[in-house]
């Protein structure tokens, strides 16, 4: 129950920070602080993982180590709360630097981040994120490179993140197929897990 407006935008602040400091300090390598943003149960889901946040951290930080270059940059955001449960969805650019084909590129990708929030203990935490794969593009850093992409490759991923795919597949990572777009079942799906975190359910069926 909440008692006023106050503790609701308390609340929402505290949510707002935790979702910052996930950007800050994952990008900035701050492993031990970015263990802070999660609950012990924390779940991530994202193109090339899904699993235990604890995992999640552990790849990051080899990943940073062998020179992966994944940087975040975030918008605006919408928070519902009900009780101790949340559902914050924040908007988002996902930066990948790689070679492709022998050429530096950029693959920038717009979306948002959704994610359920549960305060526990006075502190809230994150518990599963997940993402909306919005819009992506590729570009060439050396604009006297020309770049000729594998069509049957790209096509096999969704509009919203294929380019993002693409460079990861080619990385070597097993890229997930059905994230979440603008439009689509996948979508809808997402939305309805919402709502039923905040109706007080599990989880369980939100991790596919």
């Known amino acids: 129950f909440r008692s006023s407006a106050t503790e609701l935008r308390q609340d929402k602040a505290d949510i707002r920070e935790v979702i910052e400091n996930w950007v800050v300090f ?12 999660w609950h012990d149960d924390g779940y991530m889901m994202a193109t090339w993982f899904q699993g235990p946040a604890t995992e ?15 940087l ?12 101790a449960r949340a559902i914050a969805q924040t908007k988002m650019t996902i930066t990948q630097r790689a070679m492709v084909h022998d050429t530096l590129v950029d693959v920038v990708c717009t979306g948002r981040f959704y994610d359920f929030m549960e305060k526990r203990d006075g502190k ?35 509009v919203g993140y294929q380019h993002l795919a693409y460079l990861q597949t080619k990385l070597g990572f097993k ?22 975190w905040l109706a007080g359910g599990s989880l369980d069926s939100a991790k596919v």
């Open 72 to 83: 975040h940059f975030l918008g605006g955001s919408n928070i519902e709360i009900a009780g």
């Open 124 to 158: 809230w935490g994150v518990v599963l994120r997940r993402l909306f794969y919005e819009s992506d593009r590729m570009l060439v850093l050396d604009p006297s490179k020309k770049l000729e992409l594998e069509k049957d490759l790209l096509t096999q991923f969704p």
């Open 26 to 37: 994952r990008d900035a390598a701050l492993w031990e602080k970015f263990r802070t943003v």
């Open 175 to 196: 890229v997930k197929t059905d994230m979440p777009g603008l439009r689509g079942p996948e979508g809808a799906a997402l939305y309805a897990h919402g709502a039923n």
């Open 56 to 70: 999640f951290i552990k790849v990051s930080q080899a990943g940073f180590e062998k020179g992966v270059n994944i």
